[in-house]
């Protein structure tokens, strides 16, 4: 009866480990930072100024000292530097009064730390102070590189599904 | 059928046998409704009037497993995986030349016949040749300004499936 139990326990930890082991734990946070600073990237007329500004340290948190960003959709190619983000955050958001991001179908292609590389589709649902939607589904690239114990993105780019 | 068929069909007893049944008929739903008949749902008017945003459908995916597509085939095009996909029709094939003059399209010159289009459409696009292994997709709403619709080639491995209907 003793040994049954002992051969229980065992096997559950034998389990345990080989599941911790099997989990790419760096792929889950590269993920997980992607999908965070997509949430960042979503906003609405109502929110405060605490709020953005909040938004805009959590975003910075996430961003590499430069980050190359080319999404051809919403006209943006440009080096980002991680001090001109509230800038940039502020004109998106006179620009557009709501943005979402939704991420579907988060790839991790390649991780070699510090280095990963992600592919994604992103779902942009935005409407501009003129209230006009402009809402695309673009399929993106993202590259990131791993500074001080955080997944920083360095590029972003749109890939070209159709070619016009 | 007798109340104890009723009870016996809405509460059957669990056993060996019945989870072994439960168990196959998972499986293969889950096979079915992931590599074969992918469920999905319309969103946005490019394919208007010939599918609406809010409509359900499923993308068959095995449809191009013995042949490629073709002219006026309703596809589905993926952009980094299946969760999110673009509805489009195709209109073009490889080596094939399309322009867009006054709203009407031109495939290797000849206009072509498109049925499923209505509205008034301004588009002018100059001649793209349709690279080898591509595909040229547009949508059916030509009404919507050329710039904010989403047309162009794209690579037959990126072709998901066709919708059921």
Redesign the interface.
Same mark, same amino acid.
């Given at each position: 009866m003793v040994t049954k139990k002992y051969l229980t326990v065992v096997l559950i930890l034998v389990a345990t480990g080989v599941i911790l082991l099997s989990v790419d734990w760096e792929a889950r946070a590269v993920k997980k930072q992607l999908r965070s600073l997509a949430k960042e990237m979503t906003w609405t007329p109502n929110e405060n100024e605490l709020e953005f500004a909040l938004r805009i340290r959590h975003v910075q948190e996430k961003i590499a000292q430069t980050c190359q960003v080319d999404i051809p959709s919403y006209n943006v190619s440009q080096t980002v530097l991680q001090k001109d983000i509230p800038a940039c955050l502020s004109i998106a958001g006179s620009y557009y009064r709501n943005l979402s991001i939704g991420l !579907?179908?988060?790839?991790i292609e390649s991780i070699q730390v510090p280095r990963a590389h992600a592919?994604?589709?992103a779902?942009v649902k935005a409407t501009d102070a003129y209230n006009q939607r402009?809402?695309? +589904?673009? +399929?993106?690239e993202i590259n990131l590189q791993k500074i001080e114990k955080k997944w920083l993105v360095t590029d972003a780019k749109e890939?070209q599904?159709?070619? !016009? | 059928m007798t109340d104890s068929a009723i009870k016996s069909f809405l509460f059957p007893k669990i056993t060996k046998r019945y989870l072994l049944r439960v168990s196959v008929v998972a499986i293969i739903a889950f096979i079915i409704f992931k590599f074969v008949f992918i469920p999905f749902r319309i969103q $946005?008017e490019s394919m208007a009037p010939t599918y609406f945003t809010g409509s359900f459908n499923f993308c068959f995916a095995l449809r191009y497993l013995f042949s490629k597509p073709a002219p006026p085939d309703v596809v589905l %095009?993926?952009? =980094?995986? &299946? /969760? %999110?996909m673009?509805l489009?029709r195709v209109v073009a094939t490889e080596g094939q030349s399309v322009e867009f003059k006054e709203g009407r399209l031109f495939v290797d010159g000849k206009k072509v016949n498109e049925p499923y289009v209505s509205g008034k459409s301004d588009w002018n696009?100059p001649p793209?040749l349709v690279k080898p292994g /591509?595909v040229y %997709?547009v949508g059916d709403n030509r009404s919507m300004q050329a710039k $904010?619709h =989403?047309? $162009? &080639?794209?690579p037959l491995k990126?072709i998901a499936g066709t919708p059921l209907w």
């Open positions: !579907k179908d988060l790839k592919v994604v589709t779902y402009n809402d695309h +589904a673009l +399929a993106l890939m599904v159709l070619e !016009k | $946005g %095009v993926q952009i =980094a995986g &299946q /969760n %999110v673009l489009k696009i793209t /591509n %997709v $904010g =989403a047309f $162009g &080639q794209t990126r």
